[in-house]
């Protein structure tokens, strides 16, 4: 009998965390098997990562350049940056799309980023440091989309 049970609990597969493929402890709101920490305790750099893989989806959708490459080879500068607007996200719950692209646009100009018609991280360009109201609708929904992933990923569950 003791040799059945150890054969059983043996051949039983171990449910991986889908975030980070550790033994799966629990499950997150969507029923996503899940390790405790990722549920309860997303950091700011893994909601950072987070933004910039649906960002970069989002541009596909559209064809734009917006962020091309994946977090791992994307510029400390553009990882830098995601993380401020993470931060800043998390501060200020109140927040609107408009008033993170205005940080978003203090923080660059304080960097030493310029206007400019093309995106250049070596130039320090960006067509984007503009109003909000004068951004392309496509520039405004990515805002949006960008803070609502942070207020959905900060949400504690429960």
Same mark, same amino acid.
């Given at each position: 009998?003791?040799?059945?049970? #150890?054969?059983?609990?043996?051949?039983? @597969?171990?449910?991986? $965390?889908?975030? *980070?493929? &550790?033994?799966?402890?629990?499950?997150?709101?969507?029923?996503?098997?899940? $390790?405790?920490? *990722?549920? +309860?305790?997303?950091?700011? @750099?893994?909601? /950072?990562?987070? $933004?910039?893989?649906?960002?970069?989806?989002?541009?596909?959708?559209?064809?734009?350049?917006? $962020?091309?490459?994946?977090?791992? &080879?994307?510029?400390?500068?553009? +990882?830098?940056?995601?993380?401020?607007?993470?931060?800043? #996200?998390?501060?200020? %719950?109140?927040?609107?799309? @408009?008033?993170?692209?205005?940080?978003?646009?203090?923080? &660059?100009?304080?960097?030493?980023?310029?206007?400019?018609?093309? &995106?250049?991280?070596?130039?320090?360009?960006?067509?984007?440091?503009?109003?909000?109201?004068?951004?392309?609708?496509?520039? +405004?929904?990515?805002?949006?989309?960008?803070? /609502?992933?942070? %207020? #959905?990923?900060?949400?504690?569950?429960?």
């Amino acid at each position: 009998m003791a040799d059945e049970v #150890a054969a059983t609990s043996h051949d039983t @597969e171990v449910v991986k $965390c889908e975030y *980070c493929a &550790k033994p799966a402890t629990t499950h997150d709101n969507d029923g996503i098997p899940s $390790c405790t920490p *990722c549920v +309860q305790e997303l950091t700011v @750099e893994g909601i /950072a990562q987070v $933004c910039h893989a649906v960002i970069r989806a989002y541009a596909e959708i559209y064809a734009s350049d917006v $962020c091309t490459e994946p977090w791992e &080879k994307s510029s400390p500068e553009l +990882q830098r940056s995601a993380r401020h607007g993470v931060e800043y #996200a998390l501060a200020h %719950r109140d927040m609107t799309a @408009e008033r993170l692209h205005e940080e978003w646009m203090r923080y &660059k100009l304080e960097h030493g980023w310029t206007h400019g018609y093309v &995106k250049d991280e070596i130039k320090k360009t960006h067509p984007d440091l503009i109003p909000f109201d004068d951004l392309e609708d496509y520039e +405004q929904r990515k805002d949006a989309l960008f803070l /609502a992933i942070v %207020r #959905a990923l900060s949400t504690p569950v429960t």
